[in-house]
């Protein structure tokens, strides 16, 4: 299921309808074609489905934006690559090693996500020829009018990349503004996050002044400088109740339901939804594993 967000801009609700609003991808047309996050490979089918009444033949030239290697932003872009010919990964220089072999990854998913990892999948490998190797701050042309920034965005992971439209000021986020779904935000900050690094990002990201933020999980929302002010303060928080609750995280989640609204109603909105509620859990994990790495370098 997709549907238009600008003349040239759509967007793909790739596991519509088992998982509807939790993983989008993001296509815009030009002299280029770009994908953004083409979500898990299990679902790469009903992505290329919408490709092809988007209007994208198989010839295209396509560049294939990963924020970052997770197989739930990133795997169909292994079977993409053998359908579209013309078709490259644009990837931070720390994932492309992952890229080619995914087994330590997929294992490190495995081991994080449990069961949840198999809704996924697992990406096949994609060979060097087929990759670009980022840089931060870059620009890529998709038209001769249409230049689409390069943003290196650590936090959530070390090789995270955002995108920012320079004419629709549309910022990508993958992950780097949390989970924004229904109208709920929760962190997505599972180990091994970086709470510094995650909030250095937003400010980058905020002096960009974006009009809209397009989440992967899920959606575009206008606001932009709120929504991200708004994510700053909720991992202000988590960190906060994390160093007084680190060392047990059913306390931490109490707490967190407790002074946290906005975590609470989406758990609730999302109750039913395995790949949400499990990532609010994974977010506390990630946030006591941090706080450990911390309390170890000083
Ligand atoms: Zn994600």
Not at 151 to 177: C, K, Q, W
């Amino acid at each position: 299921m997709h549907r238009k967000l600008f003349h040239n801009i759509y967007e793909v609700d790739v596991a519509y309808p088992e998982l509807k609003n939790t993983f989008a991808s993001y296509v815009i047309l030009g002299d280029r074609i770009v994908i953004i996050d083409p979500g898990p490979v299990n679902f790469h089918e009903n992505l290329v489905n919408a490709l092809e009444s988007i209007g994208v033949s198989q010839r295209d030239h396509i560049y294939i934006a990963l924020t970052h290697i997770h197989p739930d932003h990133y795997g169909a872009a292994s079977k993409l690559v053998k359908e579209f010919c013309n078709a490259k990964i644009l990837a931070h220089p720390r994932g492309i090693k992952h890229l080619m072999n995914v087994d330590y990854l997929w294992d490190s998913a495995k081991k994080v996500l449990g069961a949840i990892a198999n809704i996924f999948g697992k990406p096949d490998p994609i060979t060097e020829d087929r990759i670009i190797e980022l840089r931060d701050s870059m620009l890529i042309e998709i038209s001769d009018n249409s230049l689409m920034r390069v943003i290196f965005t650590p936090g959530h992971a070390t090789h995270h990349v955002s995108y920012f439209l320079e004419n629709e000021r549309i910022m990508f986020l993958g992950d780097s503004g949390g989970l924004y779904i229904n109208d709920s935000l929760a962190p997505t900050t599972p180990f091994p996050f970086n709470y510094d690094k995650a909030i250095r990002s937003i400010m980058k990201m905020l002096g960009f002044q974006p009009e809209y933020v397009a989440y992967t999980h899920f959606g575009m929302h206008n606001d932009a400088t709120k929504k991200l002010l708004e994510y700053m303060g909720q991992l202000y928080l988590w960190f906060n109740i994390c160093k007084q609750n680190c060392t047990d995280s059913k306390e931490f989640l109490k707490e967190i339901l407790r002074v946290d609204h906005e975590t609470n109603e989406f758990l609730n909105k999302n109750k039913d939804n395995p790949v949400l509620s499990g990532a609010v859990m994974h977010s506390i994990y990630g946030f006591i594993k941090y706080l450990e790495y911390i309390q170890e370098k000083t």
